[in-house]
């Protein structure tokens, strides 16, 4: 079962868009036991891990997007959230959302497009 990402679209520089992956029931393990993960694929690059947040919600982020975009996650929801806020054309990506139980099996979202233009 594969996670479920979405909120992807065409922004402005400058502009924000968030993110959402939902963890259908049944997946790895529980959804409070997993570590989650945003990362991406720009055109002609390799995939790049955005940002990841832990089960205690200690939250990582690549050099490109510390001050600019806020990971986060709501247990009960099964959903972990990327706001993205002053997007910049470097950001245009296909997104996906990764969730990894504390054994290491993984689990990746289909990808949601993000195109930020100039």
């Known amino acids: 079962v594969q996670l479920q990402a979405s909120g992807g679209g065409l922004v402005q520089a400058g502009g924000s868009l968030r993110l959402a992956c939902v963890a259908p029931r049944s997946i790895l393990s529980t959804f409070n036991a997993l570590e989650m993960a945003w990362h991406r694929r720009a055109p002609g690059k390799e995939r790049e891990l955005v940002a990841s947040?832990?089960?205690?919600?200690?939250?990582m982020y690549a050099d490109s997007v510390k001050g600019r975009f806020t990971i986060s996650r709501d247990n009960g929801k099964k959903t972990v959230y990327l706001s993205m806020n002053n997007l910049e054309p470097e950001d245009t990506a296909v997104y996906y959302c990764?969730?990894?139980?504390?054994?290491?099996?993984?689990?990746w979202g289909q990808g949601t497009l993000v195109t930020v233009s100039s």
């Open positions: 990764n969730a990894r139980s504390m054994s290491g099996a993984e689990s």
């Open positions: 947040i832990t089960t205690d919600r200690r939250a």
